[in-house]
């Protein structure tokens, strides 16, 4: 007996005189889809001897629907600084790039154009990601007059990868912002002593609070 999707050795002889059935099962495990196919069709044959005659069944087969291979990348972008103050501040984020579909992405590219630097663990492309893996690279910006004039500082990082199967994936990006530290004091001043309506020549204290 053979399967084709799936070898096996023989049964040894099988004594019987009169009809009978014997029920065999096979476990197929795929570890990830490497095709577009939306079915597995697995055909079984059984085969044997009686006597120096050779016996042969008529294959059988089983379509089974699966979910095809399906390429998916993920971003995202997270500050890890909190703020900037001045030109020349450094700021730095993290950028999550995850495998969020059905088959393996591999020579992942990560851009973004207005950092200094990118770096990912293993550098750059990124060798390959399985499904569900991810990983976390990281970037960093100097901060310009123009940022500073701005307020802010909007960074956008995108991902691009090859598929096992199909057609290149994304780029797919995402963003994140730091802002500029306001500075916001508040002074408060009060009547220290001396009485409400002081007379002339007497001396009178305030108690003056600044609060950042």
């Not at 597995?40 to 005659?53: D, E, K, P, R």
């Not at 950092?115 to 970037?139: F, H, K, R, W």
Request: hydrophobic fraction near 40%; aromatic fraction near 4%; charged fraction near 10%.
């Amino acid at each position: 007996m053979r399967d084709i999707n799936r070898k096996t050795g023989g049964l040894g002889r099988w004594r019987r005189r009169s009809p009978a059935t014997m029920l065999l099962a096979f476990l197929l495990t795929f570890l990830q889809m490497q095709t577009a196919f939306a079915a597995i069709v697995n055909t079984a044959t059984a085969g044997g001897t009686y006597g120096v005659t050779s016996v042969t069944s008529t294959p059988s087969g089983e379509s089974v629907d699966v979910e095809p291979a399906a390429a998916a990348l993920s971003v995202t972008k997270s500050p890890t600084t909190a703020n900037f103050s001045i030109a020349g501040d450094v700021v730095t984020f993290d950028i999550v790039i995850a495998n969020s579909g059905t088959t393996t992405v591999n020579s992942i590219t990560v851009t973004d154009p207005t950092a200094d630097s990118v770096s990912c663990p293993g550098g750059l492309p990124v060798a390959s990601l399985a499904p569900t893996a991810s990983i976390t690279c990281t970037a960093s910006h100097t901060i310009t007059p123009a940022d500073v004039t701005a307020g802010a500082y909007t960074n956008t990082a995108s991902a691009s990868g090859a598929p096992l199967v199909g057609p290149p994936v994304g780029p797919v990006s995402d963003n994140a912002t730091i802002n500029r530290a306001v500075a916001d004091l508040v002074t408060v001043k009060t009547l220290g002593s001396a009485s409400a309506t002081p007379a002339v020549g007497e001396t009178v204290t305030y108690t003056i609070t600044v609060t950042n």
